[in-house]
């Protein structure tokens, strides 16, 4: 049923397409059906203080807004990470900004955080009778500049801490210019720890731990992962996402969009985000990674987690497979 939907939704502009795909899941919800296209997987596994129903999540990027928490909810998953969300609304970067490569199953996009802002999100969440797992993923403006972006981190922090269960600190998307250059030196250090201090502020304030979670980026070497390692244990960061997207085009040369700018997902980052799991498994035995990037398979899905990841999350292959993968990943990882 999935292979003839994305027939017909690869006809129309993939952004086009992103719209339509979300819009007919909230209306199969609404009418009943979801439960015919997804089924739950219960496996559950305790991290960071949550209890997730099972290791399979949705990445960050697909429900920018959180508009669409029930229908995806319903779909098997055992959490979702919405956003990436920025302070204020942002239209994004100029159409077109999202291309596919269907014979490597990948996505390029560059997309720049395009999103309502943090409070419309917050609204939506509390609308949504999804009472599953909730990540949000918080990002800086375009507009602010870098050496001010823990501004905009701290103010996304302070309004979604209420309504998550767990936050995610996006570093590494490469369409926001310099955005990546806070993975390292002191621009990590202040962050981190900055958001660290604010965290238990309002943690007391709050009554409830909410963890937090780096998401970085798969274009590093060994010394560089590293670092970030050392920096993530340093500020005593809850868990660690691997990875984005990737600027590297080595495994798409020739490819129609090839060339285009942006962030490359699916499975020519499947290697690259293995190796720097091993990596920061190597050096943060204990510390919960989120493995992310190029799962199209549950045998996929058992790599990820064969290479240190505790948890995965589904994206572009989810894009090309279907609700099926959800509960195919699931079970793989039982």
């Keep these: 049923m999935y ?29 009943g059906l979801s439960r015919w296209v997804g089924a739950q997987v219960e496996a559950p596994t305790t991290l960071m203080g949550l209890i997730f129903p099972n290791r399979v999540g949705l990445a960050a990027g697909l429900d920018k807004n959180a508009e669409h928490l029930d229908a995806l909810g319903a779909l098997g998953f055992g959490f979702v990470e919405v956003g990436t969300v920025t302070p204020e609304p942002q239209p994004g970067n100029p159409r077109p900004r999202l291309f596919r490569l269907p014979a490597q199953r990948a996505i390029i996009n560059r997309m720049g955080f395009n999103n309502a802002g943090v409070d419309a999100l917050i609204a939506n969440v509390r609308k949504s009778r999804y009472r599953g797992v909730i990540g949000i993923n918080i990002g800086k403006n375009l507009t602010t500049p870098v050496e001010r972006a823990v501004d905009d981190y701290l103010t996304c922090l302070r309004k979604v801490h209420a309504h998550a269960h767990y936050i995610t600190v996006n570093l590494s998307s490469p369409n926001t210019p310099g955005l990546r250059n806070l993975q390292f030196g002191e621009h990590l250090a202040s962050l ?18 909410v963890p937090l979670a780096v998401k970085i980026a798969p274009d590093m070497d060994a010394d560089e992962v590293a670092l970030v390692a050392k920096a993530l244990a340093a500020n005593g960061v809850d868990a660690v996402i691997a990875t984005n997207t990737t600027v590297s085009r080595e495994a798409v040369v020739g490819l129609e969009h090839a060339d285009e700018q942006g962030g490359l997902s699916g499975r ?18 204990t510390l919960p990674i989120i493995g992310v990037g190029g799962i199209d398979s549950g045998e996929a899905a058992k790599a990820k987690h064969d290479a240190g990841a505790d948890l995965v999350q589904l994206y572009t292959g989810f894009i090309y497979r279907g609700p099926a993968l959800v509960g195919e990943c699931a079970r793989a990882l039982t």
Excluded: C, K, M, Y
């Design 3 to 31: 292979a003839l939907a994305r027939s017909l939704l690869f006809r129309l502009d993939p952004e086009t397409a992103h719209g339509v795909a979300l819009t007919s899941l909230d209306i199969g919800h609404r009418l």
């Design 192 to 209: 981190l720890g900055a958001l660290a201090e604010e965290t238990q502020r309002l943690e007391a304030a709050d009554g409830r731990r």
């Design 268 to 285: 020519p980052v499947f290697e690259s985000s293995n190796r720097v799991v091993r990596e920061l498994r190597r050096h943060l035995p």
